[in-house]
């Protein structure tokens, strides 16, 4: 009984620490105007003090514009919907002081714990001289911290800081420094990081993971999985992880004793010369390990020029992309969408990534969508994922491994699960008038493939009648031999194909030193039609996307249609958008039907 009472205390415990960990974003508005810019003063935005411009933040937190009382000119804060690329709507726009008293933005009393992160965008703009400082750590709540009171950091009192980021204004750029614990400032070595500069004029996402537990933990970034130090924070600057020393990207030091909560940021600036810094998009959470990594937004998802690498079909995408599936309040009821995405091992286990995906999908209203890969699903929580989309009928084939879904607007019906003799699997279903069979076969070999889409694919295909519609997608992992002229004439590529095959060993791409592609000349063989290549006059990879860092380019992710459904296809095309490009290691592809 004793065993039983620990068991359930524990995972209550958990339990609490799950539903604790929480994430937030916080948005200028889309307004445009003077929000404070009168000297000694501060505005305060939260659930009892509200503002004409600007939003109230979630839950108890709470804003702070502090104006400085100086006796030079004193700047102050604004909204703007211009003089940034990023953002889709208003930016802050905070102008320093010319004094040595400070101009402050904050939010504090936010549900903190020992972990704590925070994404942001900036532009620096103006400035010639003077400072700006970035800090998180503990607010008390009584105004006696910098990150509420009217004060700037002390030089000689401890403080409740964890992280204090310094970027000291001169004619040829901003040099970033970070505090340490005896209040010196240690300048960011460039050697060290060659990739990271601040200028005037450049826009740039900050990113900081800050682990104040007495314990290594684990972070991810870019789906890729990170060690972060006890007591210690990472940065990140446009996707570089900032390093101390060689090989050494944990910063300590904090003020903050260990296992405090972080709970308030705080952004300042004083001494200049009128300089300006526009914020926006700013994302924080109380929990790092399955933090989302903040996906980069633009104004367009249009590509005016080719890609030196992709070329015109990159271009062709991207602007299919923008005037096909952007953003629509109304769908056009006479199309049928449908989406098939690989997303990476179930969103890299990333809630925000996760809840990235389903805002854009609500945004763009797809009529069906088929997922591979959606590891860490049930059908109970693939249910409550597709409704929040606005997907009233979904099922997935199986709970481990590599899972497939497909979501509908429509009820699906003769569901068929088959695991027997693949790897991943095939999910079947039908939806109006078309038979979809949604797969994912195995990466290994070339071998494994051609007896998954012989033994079990086109056995699934003979079964259904000759005269109905069978629309077939997902990631097949070969390519096709109708784009040979890409790889086959491409030494680099084939040079890519030997160096994987090396290092990853059991792995098989090519026969006799050539990419064998029988897997999909079976496909073909038995009378499926390419959309991609029926609708694209060019070449695109759809993998890998900008999140890998390799040039092993590949189109093996296809939606198949048979002879019966092919006269009622539309358009085709991948799907490459601000999300896409870092959302997954595959971009997604996209087929349009005629009802």
């Not at 690329?85 to 020992?114: C, D, R, Y």
Request: glycine share 6%.
């Amino acid at each position: 009984m004793k065993k039983i009472l620990l068991l359930c205390a524990f995972y209550c415990a958990l339990i609490a620490q799950l539903n604790a960990q929480k994430k937030w974003e916080y948005g200028f508005g889309s307004l445009n105007g003077i929000v404070n810019d009168i000297k000694n003063t501060s505005v305060t935005i939260s659930r009892n003090e509200t503002n004409n411009l600007l939003p109230i933040p979630a839950e108890s937190q709470i804003i702070r514009l502090r104006v400085g009382n100086n006796k030079e000119a004193n700047g102050g804060f604004s909204v703007s919907d211009s003089g940034t690329n990023f953002g889709t709507g208003a930016k802050l726009v905070m102008t320093s002081p010319q004094g040595s008293s400070t101009n402050k933005f904050s939010i504090s009393n936010i549900s903190g714990t020992p972990l704590f992160a925070v994404s942001f965008h900036i532009k620096f703009d103006s400035g010639t001289k003077g400072s700006y400082k970035f800090a998180i750590g503990k607010d008390t709540g009584d105004g006696k911290t910098p990150f509420s009171n009217t004060y700037d950091f002390s030089a000689s009192a401890v403080l409740p800081t964890f992280l204090i980021l310094q970027w000291d204004i001169a004619k040829t750029g901003y040099h970033l420094s970070v505090q340490q614990k005896d209040k010196s400032l240690i300048k960011v070595d460039a050697s060290l990081n060659p990739n990271v500069s601040f200028v005037n004029g450049r826009e740039y996402q900050v990113q900081i993971y800050a682990n104040n537990t007495t314990e290594e933990t684990l972070y991810y970034h870019q789906a890729k999985e990170y060690k972060i130090a006890a007591g210690a924070s990472q940065i990140w600057i446009d996707d570089q992880l900032l390093h101390k020393s060689a090989a050494e990207p944990n910063f300590v030091t904090a003020e903050l004793p260990a296992n405090e909560a972080i709970n308030a940021f705080v952004f300042l600036g004083e001494g200049t010369d009128d300089a300006k810094a526009y914020f926006d998009d700013f994302v924080y959470a109380n929990y790092i390990k399955k933090l989302v990594r903040k996906i980069p937004q633009s104004k367009t998802d249009k590509i005016q020029k080719p890609d030196p690498t992709w070329g015109a079909g990159s271009v062709e995408s991207y602007n299919k992309t923008a005037s096909l599936f952007g953003k629509t309040d109304t769908p056009n009821l006479n199309v049928l969408k449908v989406l098939s995405c690989n997303v990476l091992k179930g969103f890299s286990g990333d809630l925000g990534i996760e809840q990235a995906f389903q805002e854009w999908i609500i945004e763009r209203k797809p009529d069906v969508i088929a997922i591979q890969e959606l590891n860490g699903f049930n059908p109970k929580r693939l249910e409550e994922f597709a409704k929040k989309m606005g997907y009233p009928f979904a099922v997935m084939h199986k709970e481990e491994g590599y899972p497939l879904g497909l979501l509908s607007k429509y009820p699906i019906s003769n569901v068929k699960k088959i695991k027997d003799g693949m790897r991943h699997g095939i999910l079947y279903g039908k939806i109006l008038d078309y038979n979809f069979i949604i797969t994912h076969l195995v990466s290994y070999t070339y071998q494994q493939r051609i007896k998954e889409v012989d033994s079990v694919v086109l056995k699934l295909v003979n079964e259904i009648p000759k005269n109905e519609k069978i629309i077939m997608m997902g990631d097949f992992n070969n390519m096709s031999p109708e784009d040979k002229q890409y790889y086959d004439n491409n030494p680099e590529k084939i040079k890519a194909l030997v160096n994987s095959e090396k290092n990853n060993p059991g792995n098989t791409y090519l026969k006799n030193g050539k990419i064998d592609y029988t897997t999909i000349q079976k496909v073909l063989d038995a009378g499926f039609y390419d959309t991609y290549k029926i609708f694209n006059k060019h070449y695109d990879k759809s993998a890998p996307t900008k999140m890998k860092n390799h040039n092993n380019y590949t189109r093996i992710d296809y939606i198949w249609v048979n002879k019966n459904a092919r006269p009622d296809c539309v358009d085709m095309f991948i799907v490459k958008d601000n999300l896409t490009d870092y959302m997954s290691d595959h971009y997604p592809t996209l087929l349009i039907l005629k009802k």
